[in-house]
C-alpha cells in the first residue's frame, strides 16, 4: 500500500485546512485509512479513522466537532477537512492504513498501522 499526503500549509487561528491523501496498492477491500499527527517532541497521536468494510468513521476527542474524515472509494482519496484550527493543531499530519479482514474493526493506535506515507506539515499561527 502506498500512501501520499499533501495539503501542507501555515494558517491563522481559526482558519481551515484540507489534507488529501491519495491511496493505491490495496490487495484486499476491507481496511481502515487513518489521519495520525506528531509534534516535535511528542508522541504520534490518532485523529480519526474511515471504515472501508462499514464506512464508519471515529475521532479524537480533541479534533471531534472541527475535523471530518472522508473517503472516496472511486478514487482512493483519503481527506481531512480541519477547521478551526488552533495553534496546538501544529503537527505533521500522516495518513496510515492498515488491513482488517476478519475483525472489520478500526482504531486509533498506529502501532497496529503498517502502511503510512511520508507526513505533511500543517502549522497553526496565533
Known amino acids: 500500500v502506498q500512501l501520499v499526503e499533501s495539503g501542507a500549509g501555515l494558517v491563522q487561528a481559526g482558519g481551515s485546512l484540507r489534507l488529501s491523501c491519495a491511496a493505491s496498492?490495496?490487495?484486499?477491500?476491507?481496511?481502515?485509512i487513518a489521519w495520525f499527527r506528531q509534534a516535535p517532541g511528542k508522541e504520534r497521536e490518532g485523529l480519526s479513522y474511515?471504515?472501508?468494510?462499514?464506512?464508519?468513521?471515529d475521532y479524537r476527542n480533541s479534533v471531534r466537532g472541527r475535523f471530518t474524515i472522508a473517503f472516496d472509494k472511486a478514487n482512493n482519496m483519503a481527506y481531512l477537512q480541519m477547521n478551526e484550527l488552533k495553534p496546538e493543531d501544529t503537527a505533521v499530519y500522516y495518513c496510515?492504513?492498515?488491513?482488517?479482514?476478519?475483525?472489520?474493526?478500526?482504531?486509533?493506535?498506529?502501532?497496529?498501522?503498517?502502511?503510512w506515507g511520508q507526513g505533511t506539515q500543517v502549522t497553526v499561527s496565533s
Open positions: 474511515f471504515n472501508s468494510h462499514d464506512g464508519s468513521t
Open positions: 496498492g490495496f490487495m484486499f477491500d476491507d481496511y481502515c
Open positions: 496510515e492504513a492498515r488491513y482488517n479482514i476478519g475483525t472489520h474493526s478500526c482504531d486509533l493506535d498506529s502501532s497496529d498501522y503498517l502502511h
